[in-house]
T-cell receptor
Framework: GAVVSQHPSRVICKSGTSVKIECRSL??????MFWYRQFPKKSLMLMAT?????????EQGVEKDKFLINHASLTLSTLTVTSAHPEDSSFYICSASRGANTGELFFGEGSRLTVL | GENVEQHPSTLSVQEGDSAVIKCTYSDSASNYFPWYKQELGKRPQLIIDIRSNVGEKKDQRIAVTLNKTAKHFSLHITETQPEDSAVYFC????????????FGKGTTLSVSS
């Protein structure tokens, strides 16, 4: 099966700092990756679609200047939470698709961000 | 855009009973409908999926049905076991399969022995 790895799994930072989360497809090339955020006991909310070599597409209500997404290669997408605040504390999960019409998305392990 | 509604939000059953979770979606262009099981603090795990050209799919104790006309799909778990206890999410693709998924709000299933 396809493997998606996410790093770090847990991060604690001070308010006002920036945090970078990496999402890698280990055994396949992912032209498209998706970033989700999940608050405790809530569902996965799509934040943005990351396209290799082009700008990410953000969902309504997600600030693109706060959540910087870079998809510089076919196996790596990064999410940077800039000037993090306590309300940004959440579980961030990436997922990757093998391509259109393939169906299944493969999820990373998730990254638990806690902003103090 | 796509909207996915999921019911019930919580479901408690006795071991051996069946459990049914239902979802509706709004975008008629959606053609891929997966179901995920998520344990606390872990990534979602795909348990079964169905495409719009199929009405029903079964994998051992788990089955999914799809009514594309009515825009609803359901998860059926038979002979439930305590290890089936988890949060279950339905999802629908935004348009064609391979695009982003929109998730339902989840159902917390508790199976008591």
């Amino acid at each position: 099966g396809a493997v998606v790895s996410q790093h770090p799994s847990r991060v604690i930072c001070k308010s006002g700092t920036s945090v970078k989360i990496e999402c890698r497809s280990l055994d396949f090339q992912a032209t498209t990756m998706f970033w989700y955020r999940q608050f405790p006991k809530k569902s996965l909310m799509l934040m943005a679609t990351s396209n290799e070599g082009s700008k990410a597409t953000y969902e309504q209500g997600v600030e693109k200047d706060k959540f910087l997404i870079n998809h510089a290669s076919l196996t790596l997408s990064t999410l940077t939470v800039t000037s993090a605040h306590p309300e940004d504390s959440s579980f961030y999960i990436c997922s990757a698709s093998r391509g259109a019409n393939t169906g299944e998305l493969f999820f990373g392990e998730g990254s638990r961000l806690t902003v103090l | 855009g796509e909207n996915v509604e999921q019911h019930p939000s919580t479901l408690s059953v006795q071991e051996g009973d069946s459990a049914v979770i239902k979802c509706t979606y709004s975008d008629s262009a959606s053609n891929y409908f997966p179901w995920y099981k998520q344990e606390l603090g872990k990534r979602p795990q795909l348990i079964i999926d169905i495409r719009s050209n199929v009405g029903e799919k079964k994998d051992q104790r788990i089955a999914v049905t799809l009514n594309k006309t009515a825009k609803h799909f359901s998860l059926h778990i038979t002979e439930t076991q305590p290890e089936d206890s988890a949060v279950y999410f339905c999802a629908a693709s935004i348009g064609q399969a391979g695009t982003a998924l929109i998730f339902g709000k989840g159902t917390t299933l508790s199976v008591s022995s």
